[in-house]
């Protein structure tokens, strides 16, 4: 279990520091801001890394929960549920009890971070107005405005609504990619090496072709899985706004509609070749190096 826990952080920081800028541009591309003001620009490449901190702080220990929670219930699932069921229902719900794990550890990081990525480009709206010209842009000025609204777990039920259908169709297209190119190999290398058989495994190899089922795997499921993301990310990025504040309950109603009324069907999927692109990245270097890093740390021991 230690080991889990140890790949799947390390797995998480080093994916997020190389990937943090096309979530940025995902999430700036998305926000109603950008859409309704001529004076931004959502593909602007100034702060790029706005947030980081605070997500890194919060991915971590999601990413061990996460991995902890999915490798322990996919192997209680498969013992002892009388029933006998697909090994692709057992990776759904095995990923979807993970992910609701995860998502408590990661909203209120994810909700600082995606006031973080804004607020440069709100402040130079505001700057345009007042004729100012000095800049401020760090995590604690929205840690600090989100924590003033008392709104850090805003957007969980949004979070889970988006994270639930991506993890219950990715993993199971993950696992069932993987397994297929095993085989594949190991045709090609004229043996009958069993899938579950690790010690034949190179860790390079077996980091490629988990990366490469995931990113396959990840791009698929993130595309079909945009309009849920759009709607998370107008509700996190609206903590402070006072009108949003008094229609708590109504929110996620709230956006559907203004993102159904300014673009109609279209609008829900703005900013999902990003979120394909990202997801293909960033799901092929995690699962890639979590599997590498797993299968080393195992052999260590």
């Not at 390079?204 to 072709?209: D, F, N, V």
Request: glycine letters at 8%.
């Amino acid at each position: 279990m230690k080991e889990i826990y140890l790949a799947g952080a390390a797995a998480a920081f080093t994916v997020d520091l190389l990937v943090y800028p096309l979530d940025t541009l995902k999430t700036r591309y998305q926000s109603q801001d950008f859409i309704k003001s001529p004076l931004t620009k959502p593909l602007a490449l100034r702060g790029l890394y706005q947030g980081i901190g605070s997500v890194i702080l919060a991915t971590l220990p999601a990413a061990g929960v996460f991995f902890s929670t999915y490798e322990t219930t996919k192997s209680i699932y498969t013992s002892h549920i009388p029933l006998s069921l697909p090994t692709p229902v057992i990776h759904s719900l095995a990923s979807a009890t993970a992910e609701m794990a995860s998502c408590l550890v990661l909203t209120p990081g994810e909700v600082i971070k995606q006031n973080a990525q804004m607020i440069q480009q709100q402040q130079q709206q505001q700057q345009h107005l007042l004729g100012s010209t000095s800049h401020k842009s760090t995590s604690l000025m929205a840690f600090k405005r989100v924590l003033a609204s008392g709104r850090l777990f805003t957007g969980y039920s949004a979070l889970v609504a988006r994270n639930l259908p991506f993890t219950a169709l990715q993993f199971p297209l993950f696992e069932h990619i993987r397994a297929r190119l095993w085989e594949h190999r190991s045709r090609t290398k004229g043996t009958m090496m069993q899938k579950t058989d690790r010690e034949e495994r190179g860790v390079g190899e077996s980091g490629l072709i988990a990366g490469c089922s995931a990113a396959v795997a990840g791009s698929i499921a993130a595309f079909l899985t945009t309009p849920s993301d759009v709607i998370k990310t107008r509700m996190m990025v609206s903590v402070g706004d006072e009108a949003s504040t008094s229609r708590k309950g109504l929110a996620g109603i709230k956006v559907v509609q203004d993102v159904w009324r300014e673009r109609g069907l279209k609008g829900f999927f703005r900013g999902g070749a990003f979120r394909s692109a990202w997801t293909a990245v960033g799901s092929g270097l995690y699962l890639g190096m979590y599997d590498a890093a797993k299968l080393w740390l195992e052999r260590r021991q």
